[in-house]
């Protein structure tokens, strides 16, 4: 058997790769495990945000100690493919599914990682294989006890070689690829090995800290059948904090509080993540206008909101709620491996990022840094580990960006060709299609690039960029930011067959996979950054910034406390509302 160390003697904060696989490395193989039924309550390292999270606690009668008997109405711009697997998903998931949904691996207030369905997790020493131990007395909606048979089988559902075979999803495809073997190793615990090492696997397919969800499912007879998909579409079950009612197709989902959820005291946990509500109606309404008139009639509860609506929403007795660093500008020059593309030179890629005036698009469009922040590169921003100021975007320099162009051989944009500009309206993010033609606008008036911004289904595009048929193209998109960007650049520039790849450079995959496979504590970080920084000057992805998401609060929410670094609902145990 391997030797390995645990993972789980004290919370982690999810800056973990340090604190968790690093600096816990070093520990003696067989260190002192913290008992199933008594998870460690002493803080670790705090994640930087600009405003840190605490729970409120309950000040009325109706909420000190007990449940509100009411509803609450929780309105969402959209909700994807309306999926309940994210093995599946196309997007929109996370605006849904961790409602009913409990990982291996929570978090809290703090951004601490804590113990989960997973009492214990370890790393063997060759940094291969990821051990968990199921915790006893976790249940499903339905009263059934979730086993190390259902944790085996969603693992092998999501991750297993054959996966790639049905998965959608990106990050379980790019999972399934480096997957040795998935098996169960004893009554309790379950294990899977890699082919290569990938030190924070533990926080991208484990945790709630994730910025795409991994929830544990019921066992199924098969891995993959068509009808049990759509059977458990249309009856989805979990084991977190509420259970599905039922689902009014682009309408309506409905869910009632989970009372035997096991993250409770009487579970010997410290706090109570169980809801302080009866039931909750999350509803679909992508327009603003008709979310801020609900939540000023009383017709809604929480709804993402804009500072445009933040006068409407005070008036009525609202507020604005601002969950800090969501979501972040993913925009990608695809195809640029291919010599026929003008993107192929990378003069060409920085002098589109030279053009944009990042800090007009903040201030003129989104309101002002309050929502919108311009630091980051891609999917590193500042809570991201790895991350330094020499990451910001580019500034804004029109002529360094027509130097670039025209020693690129596109003087003026002659030879350039058109360059279509694909995006969506964001279920997450404000002004998405607004920032395309912004960005559009630039390229045009500055380098003469005759530029077209095309405004698409989500689903689709994202299919249309796995299957390269937008090479050539730019898709300027939203995406989830997190604290760490390991997973997603291994998937765009180490994995020579991933179908979304942004490159064909053997030099660029072997340093991305060897960055990755750091472990060592004095190293790891370090080793980030230099592969961000070598990644950003290739700009592939062009450096935007990210958006601080706004949520629109009615007055019957007495409190509530969004997590960082959640574009999506969070923190539900936070809420309270008015007798």
Same mark, same amino acid.
């Given at each position: 058997?391997?030797?390995?160390?645990?993972?789980?003697?004290?919370?982690?904060?999810?800056?973990?790769?340090?604190?968790?696989?690093?600096?816990?490395?070093?520990?003696?193989?067989?260190?002192?495990?913290?008992?199933?039924?008594?998870?460690?309550?002493?803080?670790?390292?705090?994640?930087?945000?600009?405003?840190?999270?605490?729970?409120?606690?309950?000040?009325?009668?109706?909420?000190?100690?007990?449940?509100?008997?009411?509803?609450?109405?929780?309105?969402?711009?959209?909700?994807?493919?309306?999926?309940?697997?994210?093995?599946?998903?196309?997007?929109?998931?996370?605006?849904?599914?961790?409602?009913?949904?409990?990982?291996?691996?929570?978090?809290?207030?703090?951004?601490?990682?804590?113990?989960?369905?997973?009492?214990?997790?370890?790393?063997?020493?060759?940094?291969?294989?990821?051990?968990?131990?199921?915790?006893?007395?976790?249940?499903?909606?339905?009263?059934?006890?979730?086993?190390?048979?259902?944790?085996?089988?969603?693992?092998?559902?999501?991750?297993?070689?054959?996966?790639?075979?049905?998965?959608?999803?990106?990050?379980?495809?790019?999972?399934?690829?480096?997957?040795?073997?998935?098996?169960?190793?004893?009554?309790?615990?379950?294990?899977?090995?890699?082919?290569?090492?990938?030190?924070?696997?533990?926080?991208?397919?484990?945790?709630?800290?994730?910025?795409?969800?991994?929830?544990?499912?019921?066992?199924?007879?098969?891995?993959?059948?068509?009808?049990?998909?759509?059977?458990?579409?249309?009856?989805?079950?979990?084991?977190?904090?509420?259970?599905?009612?039922?689902?009014?197709?682009?309408?309506?989902?409905?869910?009632?509080?989970?009372?035997?959820?096991?993250?409770?005291?009487?579970?010997?946990?410290?706090?109570?993540?169980?809801?302080?509500?009866? %039931?909750?109606?999350?509803?679909?309404? $992508? @327009?603003? /206008?008709?979310?801020? =008139?609900?939540?000023?009639?009383? !017709?809604?509860? +929480?709804?993402?909101?804009?500072?445009?609506?933040?006068?409407?929403?005070?008036?009525?007795?609202?507020?604005?709620?601002?969950?800090?660093?969501?979501?972040?500008?993913?925009?990608?020059?695809?195809?640029?491996?291919?010599?026929?593309?003008?993107?192929?030179?990378?003069?060409?890629?920085?002098?589109?990022?030279?053009?944009?005036?990042?800090?007009?698009?903040?201030?003129?469009?989104?309101?002002?840094?309050?929502?919108?922040?311009?630091?980051?590169?891609?999917?590193?921003?500042?809570?991201?580990?790895?991350?330094?100021?020499?990451?910001?975007?580019?500034?804004?320099?029109?002529?360094?960006?027509?130097?670039?162009?025209?020693?690129?051989?596109?003087?003026?944009?002659?030879?350039?060709?058109?360059?279509?500009?694909?995006?969506?309206? %964001?279920?997450?993010?404000?002004?998405? $299609? @607004?920032? /395309?033609?912004?960005? =559009?606008?630039?390229?045009?008036? !500055?380098?003469? +690039?005759?530029?077209?911004?095309?405004?698409?289904?989500?689903?689709?595009?994202?299919?249309?960029?796995?299957?390269?048929?937008?090479?050539?193209?730019?898709?300027?998109?939203?995406?989830?930011?997190?604290?760490?960007?390991?997973?997603?650049?291994?998937?765009?520039?180490?994995?020579?067959?991933?179908?979304?790849?942004?490159?064909?450079?053997?030099?660029?995959?072997?340093?991305?996979?060897?960055?990755?496979?750091?472990?060592?504590?004095?190293?790891?970080?370090?080793?980030?950054?230099?592969?961000?920084?070598?990644?950003?000057?290739?700009?592939?992805?062009?450096?935007?910034?990210?958006?601080?998401?706004?949520?629109?609060?009615?007055?019957?929410?007495?409190?509530?406390?969004?997590?960082?670094?959640?574009?999506?609902?969070?923190?539900?145990?936070?809420?309270?509302?008015?007798?």
């Amino acid at each position: 058997m391997q030797s390995r160390v645990n993972l789980t003697s004290k919370p982690l904060a999810i800056v973990a790769p340090l604190l968790a696989v690093l600096l816990l490395l070093l520990v003696a193989c067989g260190s002192a495990a913290q008992p199933a039924d008594a998870p460690a309550s002493e803080p670790g390292a705090v994640l930087p945000t600009s405003a840190p999270a605490s729970v409120a606690e309950p000040t009325t009668a109706a909420t000190a100690g007990g449940v509100h008997p009411g509803n609450l109405t929780w309105m969402v711009g959209g909700w994807g493919s309306g999926n309940f697997d994210y093995t599946y998903d196309v997007g929109g998931i996370n605006n849904y599914l961790r409602f009913y949904s409990a990982f291996l691996i929570e978090t809290n207030e703090k951004t601490e990682l804590i113990p989960g369905i997973a009492s214990e997790w370890s790393l063997s020493e060759d940094g291969k294989t990821w051990s968990v131990t199921v915790r006893d007395g976790v249940k499903f909606h339905d009263g059934t006890p979730l086993t190390a048979e259902d944790v085996l089988w969603t693992w092998q559902h999501q991750w297993s070689p054959e996966a790639v075979e049905w998965a959608t999803q990106s990050g379980a495809q790019s999972r399934a690829r480096i997957m040795e073997k998935i098996e169960q190793t004893g009554p309790n615990e379950v294990s899977l090995t890699t082919k290569v090492v990938d030190a924070s696997f533990f926080i991208g397919a484990f945790s709630a800290a994730a910025s795409g969800p991994w929830p544990i499912f019921p066992k199924r007879d098969k891995l993959h059948d068509e009808a049990a998909v759509e059977a458990f579409a249309k009856n989805p079950m979990g084991a977190g904090p509420m259970s599905f009612v039922r689902g009014i197709p682009s309408e309506v989902i409905e869910f009632e509080r989970f009372g035997d959820y096991y993250y409770q005291p009487d579970n010997g946990f410290p706090e109570d993540f169980r809801v302080k509500f009866t %039931s909750m109606d999350l509803r679909l309404v $992508p @327009e603003e /206008a008709t979310r801020v =008139a609900a939540i000023r009639s009383g !017709e809604a509860d +929480i709804a993402p909101g804009s500072l445009d609506s933040k006068a409407q929403v005070e008036s009525a007795g609202g507020r604005i709620v601002f969950g800090q660093e969501g979501i972040y500008l993913r925009v990608m020059q695809l195809g640029c491996w291919d010599p026929a593309i003008p993107c192929f030179n990378q003069k060409v890629r920085q002098a589109m990022a030279y053009a944009i005036d990042k800090e007009a698009m903040r201030d003129q469009l989104f309101g002002g840094p309050e929502v919108f922040q311009v630091k980051g590169w891609a999917k590193v921003t500042p809570s991201t580990v790895g991350y330094t100021p020499d990451l910001d975007p580019f500034p804004y320099d029109p002529e360094k960006a027509r130097q670039l162009l025209s020693e690129a051989g596109f003087p003026n944009g002659e030879g350039f060709g058109k360059l279509i500009v694909n995006t969506w309206v %964001s279920t997450a993010m404000p002004f998405l $299609p @607004e920032s /395309a033609q912004l960005a =559009a606008d630039y390229w045009k008036n !500055e380098l003469g +690039i005759d530029t077209e911004v095309r405004v698409g289904d989500e689903s689709n595009l994202k299919k249309a960029t796995l299957a390269r048929t937008l090479n050539g193209q730019v898709l300027w998109r939203d995406n989830e930011a997190g604290v760490d960007a390991v997973s997603i650049n291994r998937s765009g520039y180490g994995t020579p067959d991933h179908s979304a790849r942004f490159h064909e450079r053997p030099e660029i995959f072997e340093m991305v996979q060897q960055a990755t496979a750091v472990t060592d504590p004095a190293e790891q970080v370090a080793s980030k950054n230099n592969m961000y920084r070598r990644l950003r000057d290739e700009h592939y992805e062009l450096g935007i910034g990210y958006v601080n998401i706004p949520w629109a609060v009615g007055p019957r929410v007495l409190t509530w406390e969004p997590f960082p670094l959640a574009f999506y609902p969070s923190a539900y145990h936070t809420i309270t509302l008015e007798p």
